[in-house]
């Protein structure tokens, strides 16, 4: 039997968030919004990364979990009077994305994660792109950090769209740059999926006929230790059954999981005992990676 997907929840259903900002008259170019639970060790930085941002306007909503580490505190006195912070309970990080779309007054929006941060210029370029192209979103290549240094470059896929059938290509989620008025068409983020939602949403933002455009120009950094790298096995498995429920062949789906699932367990094994080897290796394996110290262009 096939797999059915979930239906994703509208704006409407957030009414009751949105509502807890007070209205106001006309609205900024973008709104970041950045997700945290007892994240005060890495925000700072995420925070800092958004306000060095020179143009255009841009508005931070940070949607926290409900931290107990000081998050709230580190919120309270470094966000501006244009900014919007809420710290509650949620039922996970989809439900968090959609609170800060909710809150979001931007006419483009992009997502942060607290261990995220932009590159100087960033939001500028991004913002440039999207308007001279007419694109739906537009998205970048992601810089990846291990241990305080830049470690690797993830190169966005500029043919995402022919691949998105199998499984989730190099589409780099924390530096999309996309119109609220996407997130209009298509719905949020489905609140059954824990690692991978985005790749349910890329789904159907495509079925939609909606397009993005890939810009090396617009780089972002996050560290690689985030959710979806720690529970590999789970994003893998979480992205297969989106694939199924949107008519990829339930064989093949599975197969490709347990491979990546396999490969990416090796390669941790292959890291610790020659990380040089593992550099070669891998970027063989997925031309999307590319060891720092032959990017083109070094992290900014």
Same mark, same amino acid.
């Given at each position: !039997?096939?797999?059915?997907?979930?239906?994703?929840?509208?704006?409407?259903?957030? #009414?009751?968030?949105? +509502?807890?900002?007070?209205?106001?008259?006309?609205?900024?170019?973008?709104?970041?919004?950045?997700?945290?639970?007892?994240?005060?060790?890495?925000?700072? %930085?995420?925070?800092?990364?958004?306000? #060095?941002?020179?143009?255009?306007?841009?508005?931070?909503?940070?949607?926290?979990? #409900?931290?107990?580490? &000081?998050?709230?505190?580190?919120?309270?006195?470094?966000?501006?009077?244009?900014?919007?912070?809420?710290?509650?309970?949620?039922?996970?990080?989809?439900?968090?994305?959609?609170?800060?779309?909710?809150?979001? %007054?931007?006419?483009?929006?992009?997502?942060?994660?607290?261990?995220?941060?932009?590159?100087?210029?960033?939001? $500028? *370029?991004?913002?440039?792109?999207?308007?001279?192209?007419?694109?739906?979103?537009?998205?970048?290549?992601?810089?990846?950090?291990?241990?305080?240094?830049? #470690?690797?470059?993830?190169?966005?896929?500029?043919?995402?769209?022919?691949?998105?059938?199998s499984h989730l290509p190099p589409v780099n989620h924390p530096?999309?740059?996309?119109?609220?008025?996407?997130?209009?068409?298509?719905?949020?983020?489905?609140?059954?999926?824990?690692?991978? !939602?985005?790749?349910?949403?890329?789904?159907?933002? *495509?079925?939609?006929? +909606?397009?993005?455009? *890939?810009?090396?120009?617009?780089?972002?950094? !996050?560290?690689?230790?985030?959710?979806?790298?720690?529970?590999?096995?789970?994003?893998?498995?979480?992205?297969?059954?989106?694939?199924? +429920?949107?008519?990829?062949? %339930?064989?093949?789906?599975?197969?490709?999981?347990?491979?990546?699932?396999?490969?990416?367990?090796?390669? *941790? &094994?292959?890291?610790?005992?020659?990380?040089?080897?593992?550099?070669?290796?891998?970027?063989?394996?997925?031309?999307?990676?590319?060891?720092?110290?032959?990017?083109?262009?070094? $992290?900014?």
């Amino acid at each position: !039997m096939k797999k059915t997907h979930p239906t994703a929840p509208r704006l409407s259903s957030y #009414a009751a968030v949105a +509502a807890q900002r007070e209205p106001t008259t006309g609205c900024p170019p973008v709104t970041i919004v950045t997700v945290a639970r007892n994240a005060a060790a890495t925000l700072a %930085r995420t925070i800092q990364s958004v306000q #060095a941002q020179r143009s255009p306007f841009i508005e931070h909503v940070v949607v926290d979990g #409900a931290s107990t580490d &000081g998050t709230q505190e580190l919120l309270r006195s470094a966000l501006r009077t244009q900014d919007f912070w809420l710290s509650e309970a949620d039922r996970g990080i989809a439900d968090a994305f959609n609170k800060g779309v909710a809150l979001a %007054r931007g006419r483009y929006i992009q997502f942060l994660n607290a261990d995220d941060w932009l590159s100087d210029g960033q939001v $500028a *370029h991004a913002v440039a792109v999207l308007e001279r192209t007419g694109a739906d979103f537009v998205f970048g290549d992601l810089v990846f950090h291990r241990d305080g240094q830049p #470690a690797f470059v993830y190169r966005g896929d500029p043919d995402y769209a022919a691949k998105l059938r199998s499984h989730l290509p190099p589409v780099n989620h924390p530096t999309i740059l996309a119109r609220r008025t996407l997130f209009e068409r298509v719905g949020l983020f489905c609140l059954e999926h824990r690692y991978a !939602m985005e790749y349910d949403w890329l789904q159907r933002v *495509h079925r939609a006929g +909606a397009r993005g455009v *890939h810009d090396a120009g617009i780089v972002g950094h !996050m560290t690689h230790e985030g959710v979806s790298n720690r529970a590999f096995a789970r994003t893998a498995r979480e992205v297969r059954d989106i694939a199924i +429920a949107y008519g990829e062949n %339930r064989f093949r789906a599975h197969m490709r999981a347990e491979v990546n699932i396999a490969k990416t367990s090796l390669s *941790h &094994g292959v890291r610790a005992w020659s990380p040089r080897l593992y550099e070669a290796l891998r970027g063989r394996i997925n031309p999307a990676y590319v060891p720092i110290d032959n990017a083109d262009g070094p $992290a900014r």
